[in-house]
């Protein structure tokens, strides 16, 4: 697992004052590697426990985060696309997202056309980052789609 998450560390890219939101689902073991992340950049991590959907509805202004992570929260979402698009408006221009979702949910084709769909582009999942979790990055382009 070490050598996994030192990976997962790798994903950042070196934003000063980085601004990070983490909308967890009981994946714990990220948080010391997000925290180290956002200590080294002088930076901050805003961290929002999951239990249902209501809690990955975001109140904030536009453009606020340089990455969002969703440890294993949309297949628990009955709404998913307004839940991305809100993740979408949240991201500051070319910033990107993180998705973890659990393998066992068979819903990697689901994801990939979700994010499509809600305008991030330069989809990616590194399947063998985890042994129990998909892990998707995506990236949201100024003016791409949606616009925000």
């Known amino acids: 697992m070490h050598k996994a998450l030192e990976l997962f560390k790798d994903l950042f ?70 839940i991305l698009g809100l993740m979408y408006k949240a991201l500051e221009n070319s910033a990107n997202i993180i998705i973890l979702e659990k393998k066992s949910h068979n819903n990697e084709d689901e994801i990939r056309t979700l994010l499509d769909n809600a305008s991030f582009v330069a989809i990616n999942n590194i399947d063998d980052l985890f042994d129990e979790y998909h892990c998707f990055t995506a990236k949201k382009l100024h003016m791409w789609g949606s616009g925000l």
């Open 13 to 82: 890219q070196p934003f000063e004052n980085i601004a990070i939101l983490h909308i967890n689902n009981d994946m714990d073991f990220l948080n010391p590697v997000i925290e180290k992340v956002a200590k080294n950049l002088n930076g901050q991590v805003k961290q929002l426990p999951f239990k249902q959907e209501k809690d990955a509805r975001l109140k904030g202004s536009a453009r606020e985060y340089e990455y969002i992570i969703l440890s294993d929260i949309l297949t628990h979402c009955p709404h998913k696309e307004k």
